[in-house]
């Protein structure tokens, strides 16, 4: 026979699900729903399965963004430092020497040489010349030869 003094407990272990301090049951999860549950954060701009505003609005606008061509400028200065007299200067040199990055899964780029103190004989191939470059290149001697964008 069961007397008091030969009883067993009967506590068992609860489940803390986040209640805690003086919030009470719920501990500020409201009752029930998705949002009381442990796992029950939908991802952002979820409406409970109604298209999401982002989804019922139109696409509106253009942009050219995927068009717009990256553009490198490179000095004078800066050439004549890594160039001999004479020498060839196009992309694949420039890159070779460190002047210029090479991009690597990037868009296209085109080279532009600006203006600055020069008085070395080159040969310079790029995508776009100011006219200071041209002028400052050609009365060095040198030649300058416009390349298409690759």
């Given at each position: 026979m069961t007397q008091l003094h030969n009883l067993s407990s009967n506590n068992k272990d609860r489940k803390n699900i986040g209640r805690g301090g003086s919030?009470?049951?719920?501990?500020?999860?409201?009752?029930?729903?998705?949002?009381?549950?442990?796992?029950?954060?939908?991802?952002?701009g979820f409406e409970g399965g109604q298209m999401p505003l982002y989804r019922r609005l139109p696409k509106r606008g253009f942009t050219n963004a995927r068009f717009d061509a990256e553009v490198v400028a490179v000095g004078l200065e800066r050439i004549a430092k890594a160039f001999n007299e004479g020498e060839m200067v196009t992309r694949e040199s420039l890159i070779e020497r460190g002047v210029i990055k090479r991009h690597k899964g990037k868009k296209a780029f085109a080279i532009k040489i600006l203006g600055g103190d020069f008085t070395k004989k080159l040969i310079i191939e790029a995508e776009a010349f100011s006219q200071s470059a041209k002028q400052a290149i050609e009365q060095a001697g040198g030649e300058v030869k416009l390349t298409k964008e690759s």
């Amino acid at each position: 026979m069961t007397q008091l003094h030969n009883l067993s407990s009967n506590n068992k272990d609860r489940k803390n699900i986040g209640r805690g301090g003086s919030r009470g049951g719920t501990s500020g999860r409201g009752h029930k729903g998705q949002r009381a549950r442990t796992s029950g954060n939908a991802p952002a701009g979820f409406e409970g399965g109604q298209m999401p505003l982002y989804r019922r609005l139109p696409k509106r606008g253009f942009t050219n963004a995927r068009f717009d061509a990256e553009v490198v400028a490179v000095g004078l200065e800066r050439i004549a430092k890594a160039f001999n007299e004479g020498e060839m200067v196009t992309r694949e040199s420039l890159i070779e020497r460190g002047v210029i990055k090479r991009h690597k899964g990037k868009k296209a780029f085109a080279i532009k040489i600006l203006g600055g103190d020069f008085t070395k004989k080159l040969i310079i191939e790029a995508e776009a010349f100011s006219q200071s470059a041209k002028q400052a290149i050609e009365q060095a001697g040198g030649e300058v030869k416009l390349t298409k964008e690759s």
